[in-house]
């Protein structure tokens, strides 16, 4: 069983639209979380870290369910620049090491 | 802050031969360097773990005497991959953690071994 699971995709969606990704992860004892966006043959970069009362950053809005051990991300009004692999990444706490999903691919058409 | 310089972008070796690829923080002062690997269209997987000074711990399947890493400064870290074979063929991304700038992520090498 994967420690961390999303679904791959890929989601196709529109301009305008809002989508919606999620991610479980297996440890109960994870202390942090986090999505990361990662483009084609680049290195993964932090969207936004995933706190326990929910945060947003301007279109995107990310929640964390300690009890389901669920994590999502809510895109709204996409752009075409959105269009990335999106990496839902969890620290496990032993060590400060990175545990990344597999990533769901988000490709935004005009 | 927070840069982070990892050389080559990209590399093609023949089988059979060593690759080094380097990872510095510019910045900062990095106690602790992970290895990630990404093969296509696949997830980053941790490779090892090393500490400014110590050896490297490395995740189960990952031959530690094919990939040296070296951590001899908190500024640089070093992954050679030796007697490389076609399926080495990875994208490496170095990991910098330390001087309170979280996780940070180099650049990535793409290695292809013919």
């Known amino acids: 069983r994967k420690e961390v699971e999303q679904d791959p995709g890929p989601f196709n969606v529109p301009e305008g639209a809002t989508v919606a990704f999620n991610c479980t992860y297996s440890?109960?004892?994870?202390?942090?979380f986090f999505w990361y966006r990662q483009d084609c043959r680049k290195e993964p970069k932090l969207l936004m870290s995933?706190?326990?009362s929910g945060n947003e950053d301007g279109r995107f809005t990310a929640q964390l369910n300690r009890a389901s051990q669920y994590i999502s991300l809510l895109i709204r009004d996409s752009k075409l620049s959105d269009s990335a692999t999106y990496l839902c990444?969890?620290?496990?706490?032993?060590?400060?090491?990175?545990?990344f999903g597999g990533g769901t691919r988000l490709m935004v058409k005009p | 802050g927070a840069v982070v310089s990892q050389h080559p972008s990209w590399v093609i070796c023949k089988s059979g031969t060593s690759v080094k690829i380097e990872c510095r923080s510019l910045?900062?002062?990095?106690?602790?360097m992970f290895w990630y690997r990404q093969f296509p269209k696949q997830s980053l997987m941790l490779m090892a773990t090393?500490?400014?000074?110590?050896?490297?711990?490395?995740e189960q399947g990952v031959e530690k005497d094919k990939f040296l890493i070296n951590h001899a400064s908190l500024t640089l870290s070093t992954l050679t991959v030796t007697s490389a074979h076609p399926e080495d063929s990875s994208f490496y991304i170095c990991?910098?953690?330390?001087?309170?700038?979280?996780?940070?992520f180099g650049s990535g090498t793409r290695l292809t071994v013919v």
């Open positions: 990444v969890v620290n496990e706490g032993a060590g400060n090491m990175l545990t």
């Open positions: 440890n109960s004892a994870s202390q942090s």
């Open positions: 995933v706190y326990s």
């Open positions: 910045d900062f002062q990095a106690t602790t």
């Open positions: 090393s500490n400014e000074g110590s050896k490297a711990t490395y």
């Open positions: 990991s910098p953690f330390g001087g309170g700038y979280g996780y940070t």
